[in-house]
């Protein structure tokens, strides 16, 4: 079979995540194949201890689509994805987690989106996690949104879709991908909203907890407030550098 050069992209960062690959790969490829467009589905491995590695691997050798790349070490969601995105060729590049928290079957929900707008994120309005996870997972958003002046109700869930464009102008850093669509706004990109699923994880442990997730996202949100206050800001009237002889 030959493969065409994909349209669309799937990016998913994979940190020990064994028992979910074959899954996740199995209702991926049944919610894409009847769309009709050719895609990839990137599955970058953050380091696993597990045999995530080798899962994706399998997958790969049955479909061709499913791609590989590893890292030699973890080193953390958002470089994982960074390097998903760098490897992607589709124009339009979606991601989710590897978990299955989030469900392949909304990806046509978002692309619908997708010629009106650059960034759609999905919103997950019924959370499937521990009361603890959903209070603190509100008053983060709450948070963020206040201080980075953001409106969109749940930043934090990886299953969005974007136009390839929106990657060209911002460098990534650690703790990054909780932010992409602010990011992408401040360029001048537009976001819209759709709500999707949202399901308890069944295998596999969470990768964060209250302690490593609170402080260090909120670091980084005080990152992005300054950028954004700090961006640059202006409109050239005349420019006579080029023409002084
Ligand atoms: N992940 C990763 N590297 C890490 C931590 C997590 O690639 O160092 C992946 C993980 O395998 C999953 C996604 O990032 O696909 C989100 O992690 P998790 O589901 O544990 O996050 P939570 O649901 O707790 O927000
Ligand atoms: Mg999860």
Redesign the pocket.
């Given at each position: 079979m030959e493969i065409q050069p994909p349209e669309l992209s799937v990016v998913?960062?994979?940190?020990?995540?064994e028992e979910n690959i074959p899954i996740l790969v199995r209702e991926l490829e049944e919610a894409l194949n009847p769309l009709g467009k050719e895609y990839e589905i990137i599955m970058?491995d953050?380091g696993s201890r597990d045999r995530s590695l080798e899962r994706i691997r399998e997958a790969g050798r049955k479909n061709p689509r499913v791609r590989a790349i590893s890292f030699e070490a973890?080193?953390?969601?958002t470089a994982?994805m960074d390097a998903g995105f760098r490897s992607a060729r589709g124009d339009v590049i979606v991601t989710l987690?590897?978990?299955l928290?989030n469900s392949p079957r909304d990806i046509p929900l978002l692309l619908e989106k997708i010629p009106e707008y650059d960034i759609v994120c999905g919103w997950r309005a019924e959370r499937n996690?521990p009361w603890i996870?959903r209070i603190s997972s509100r008053i983060a958003n709450s948070v963020r949104n206040a201080l980075s002046h953001e409106e969109i109700k749940d930043i934090?869930c990886?299953l969005k879709a974007y136009k390839r464009e929106c990657f060209q102008k911002v460098k990534l850093y650690n703790g990054m991908h909780r932010f992409l669509p602010t990011l992408f706004k401040m360029e001048g990109f537009r976001a819209v909203e759709v709500r999707v699923g949202h399901f308890p994880?069944r295998h596999?442990?969470?990768?964060?907890n209250i302690r490593n997730?609170v402080f260090r996202s909120f670091v980084d949100l005080l990152a992005v407030r300054w950028m954004k206050k700090r961006q640059l800001n202006y409109r050239v009237r005349e420019d006579l550098s080029d023409k002084g002889e």
């Open positions: 998913i960062p994979v940190y020990n995540e970058v953050d973890n080193a953390g969601q994982a987690d590897a978990d928290q996690d996870r934090a990886s994880r596999g442990t969470a990768k964060y997730r």
